[in-house]
């Protein structure tokens, strides 16, 4: 079956480390995304791949970094500049540009600094 | 700035009743609309979408309607189901600019479906 695939689950993190949120799709899908939903807030883009090796900033990439080495794979590094990361993250897929048949996502990771 | 408001962050409906979940956008440059309904602690799943040029689109149980001029979009989920209550998410893709290509979501609202 076709899916995107995020590990960890959970995911507990010590104040100055930077931890990294794997995310792996099958679907031969050509864009990958990341997200992040806080309470109340919902979905905000944090970085956005159309193709491999290249990917562009969203709204809220300060403290994040992402690379796109491979088609399958779009892992996300929140370092220790990220000064509020806990939160519900969200890896995203699509054929193209997800117009009418929208976005494929991962079960998500839940991030806390402890 | 937000560009797609939800301006109701709950509903509460009788099973077998009708539900209506509302939308409105700002930035008239979108081409697509869509639902997304989540569950907690996993990730959302796409339900139904429209695109602009059209003003319903219905699938099952589920019905998008949009309205141009009043720059809004409803769900309606006819008849409810207590599986139904979960957050939906209503999203909108971006014609230009920095948003260009990409979905733009709603707060949410969280639906509950009482039996």
């Known amino acids: 079956d076709g899916g995107i695939t995020q590990s960890p689950k959970y995911l507990f993190r010590k104040e100055g480390q930077n931890v990294t949120l794997s995310c792996e799709q099958n679907l031969n899908h050509d864009a990958m995304y990341w997200y992040r939903q806080d309470p109340g807030q919902g979905l905000r883009l944090i970085y956005y791949?159309?193709?491999?090796?290249?990917?562009q900033k969203g709204d809220i990439a300060e403290g994040y970094s992402v690379s796109r080495e491979k088609k399958e794979s779009f892992p996300l590094t929140v370092t220790s500049a990220q000064k509020n990361p806990t939160a519900f993250y969200l890896c995203?897929?699509?054929?193209?540009?997800?117009?009418?048949?929208?976005?494929?996502f991962g079960s998500g990771t839940r991030l806390t600094v402890v | 700035d937000q560009q797609v408001k939800q301006n109701s962050p709950s509903l509460s409906v009788q099973e077998g009743r009708i539900s209506i979940l509302n939308c409105d956008y700002t930035?008239?440059?979108?081409?697509?609309f869509l639902w997304y309904k989540k569950y907690p602690a996993e990730g959302p799943t796409f339900l139904i979408s429209?695109?602009?040029?059209?003003d319903k689109n219905e699938d099952g149980r589920f019905t998008v309607f949009l309205n141009k001029s009043a720059k809004h979009l409803s769900l309606h989920i006819v008849p409810s189901q207590p599986g139904d209550s979960a957050v939906y998410f209503c999203?909108?893709?971006?014609?230009?600019?920095?948003?260009?290509?990409?979905?733009?979501f709603g707060k949410g609202t969280k639906l509950s479906v009482k039996p």
């Open positions: 930035n008239s440059m979108f081409d697509y």
């Open positions: 995203a897929s699509s054929k193209g540009q997800g117009g009418f048949y929208g976005y494929t």
């Open positions: 999203a909108a893709r971006g014609l230009y600019g920095g948003s260009q290509g990409n979905l733009i």
């Open positions: 429209i695109s602009s040029i059209k």
């Open positions: 791949s159309q193709i491999v090796n290249d990917f």
